[in-house]
């Protein structure tokens, strides 16, 4: 009986994922493989490409050593990437000119500055849908340019390409054949035009990012090339699917209406709201992107994001010692039955949307005598919902309604206090599904209806079930108080 497979290789922030899925989207396999972080100085954080690259490869010949399969009968590959990620490299050699810049990197927060000071904030927001915010793809391409030597003079040559990291693996997937992204981490560079789909010549000059530096934008589910030279793979696979993280994460979790919405715990927790064909501008902070867009059907979304979700932990891992493995935390915060008004902001890197204060830092408030390592524990977790709390807040508000499903995944959501408090602060139930890995389905969903395994999103709505629903338990003067301590607490962060 002849068998067919999707692998999807969903590359993070602090590792690579190879999920290898069935046609009954059964999960055969699925490796992580982490890899070096750099923080060259306060605020800056980098990857070496070619440790993205490594571990991608581990994960991959682990992921087929685990699942036993014939690589013959591979039918596609997805690709979901840490978004903004900026890698500039040269076409001739594929040898990065420089490490890649992270999303989380701050230090072009002067440049955005800069720009909003000559009054260009509400054109870029106008066509992109984004804020200017060192987050994003635009400042840290020019940054690279102005910065390391001779590479601007190469970009006008035509010597260097540039892209996101899902680029960046299609290109190494495919030989160098392919240079390409889709139109969803296309939207994510301030450098795309929503309304147009396109690169927006105006911007590019405003950025002084020459337009030859530029990949192909592509639907998200398209075949973009064919595997050659790939360890442990054959050669001719097409790699057919590709979304940002959060975008495959919400077709992952089949948000396919609009006012479906879900929320990926990560490093960083990232809600998205499906709003259909159109793209609705945010008042109140929130990002408008593109959600995919399959054939010449684009859906778009509302983001909001918080820069800090699970790194906080790792931080009470890593940096103060509080535990030993980010597992620990749930059972430390059980401890006690509240955070004995403990409030932890944990605004790491500064704080993302509704605030968007690249330079706010952490802060930890409320602390007497009586404070314990559980109070901080648990302190922690309600951060991390908290800051949801004023993203949900946010959307409701631009969308003038409530949203119509709450869905979370992200390795985070295995914990279960912190859903329960999610479901508390937000007064309304949260549905964790039996797969929490969303972000690699959506990928290989993609893959698969460009290369005929799956017919339809339909195939991946029948596939969702429940794990679990989480449903508030706090009582309104909780709910309120925890609330009013987070606002004071966010204004002195």
Not at 392 to 417: H, I, P, Q, W, Y
Request: hydrophobic share 45%.
């Amino acid at each position: 009986m002849s068998h067919r497979y999707v692998l999807s290789i969903d590359q993070g922030t602090t590792g690579s994922t190879v999920v290898v899925l069935d046609e009954q989207i059964r999960v055969l396999a699925k490796v992580n493989q982490e890899f070096p972080q750099i923080y060259p100085q306060p605020g800056w954080v980098e990857h070496d490409p070619e440790a993205i690259w490594s571990s991608v490869l581990t994960a991959l010949r682990r992921a087929l050593d685990e699942a036993k399969i014939d690589t013959a009968q591979i039918a596609g590959i997805g690709i979901t990437n840490q978004r903004e990620t900026t890698i500039i490299w040269e076409r001739a050699t594929g040898r990065p000119v420089h490490n890649a810049i992270v999303w989380q990197d701050r230090r072009t927060a002067g440049l955005c500055e800069q720009l909003k000071r000559d009054g260009v904030q509400p054109l870029f927001q106008q066509r992109t849908g984004l804020v200017l915010d060192p987050y994003f793809s635009g400042t840290k391409v020019r940054w690279i340019l102005d910065n390391v030597p001779g590479v601007r003079a190469r970009a006008e040559a035509g010597e260097l390409a540039f892209g996101t990291v899902d680029t960046y693996l299609i290109w190494r997937l495919t030989g160098g054949a392919a240079h390409v992204t889709d139109a969803s981490n296309a939207s994510r560079t301030l450098l795309y035009n929503l309304h147009e789909l396109a690169w927006d010549k105006e911007l590019l000059a405003l950025l002084h990012v020459p337009a030859s530096l530029l990949p192909a934008v592509r639907p998200s589910s398209e075949r973009y090339g064919v595997t050659r030279g790939v360890p442990g793979l054959p050669d001719g696979i097409p790699v057919a699917g590709c979304a940002g993280d959060q975008q495959a994460a919400l077709f992952g979790q089949a948000c396919f209406a609009a006012g479906d919405a879900k929320c990926t715990y990560g490093t960083g927790a990232f809600l998205l709201v499906n709003t259909g064909d159109r793209p609705v501008a945010s008042k109140h902070g929130l990002l408008t992107t593109v959600a995919w867009r399959i054939g010449d059907r684009t859906a778009y979304a509302l983001e909001g994001s918080a820069f800090i979700a699970g790194a906080a932990v790792q931080w009470l891992r890593d940096g103060l010692k509080l535990i030993r493995s980010a597992g620990e935390i749930e059972a430390l915060a059980r401890q006690v039955p509240d955070s004995g008004g403990v409030v932890f902001v944990p605004a790491l890197v500064g704080l993302g949307a509704p605030h968007w204060r690249p330079d706010a830092r952490g802060a930890i408030v409320g602390i007497t005598r009586g404070t314990t390592a559980a109070h901080l524990a648990r302190a922690t977790l309600e951060g991390i919902a908290l800051q949801i709390h004023d993203l949900v807040e946010a959307m409701c508000a631009d969308r003038g309604e409530a949203l119509s499903a709450f869905k979370v995944d992200g390795g985070a959501t295995a914990n279960d206090l912190l859903m329960q408090l999610q479901a508390d602060i937000l007064d309304r139930e949260i549905i964790r599904p039996q797969v929490t890995e969303t972000t690699a389905l959506g990928a290989a969903f993609l893959a698969g209806l460009a290369t005929g395994v799956w017919q339809s999103p339909d195939e991946i709505t029948a596939a969702w079930k429940v794990d679990r629903s989480f449903r508030p338990a706090m009582t309104a003067t909780q709910r309120s108080a925890h609330l009013a301590r987070w606002a004071k607490a966010v204004q002195v962060a």
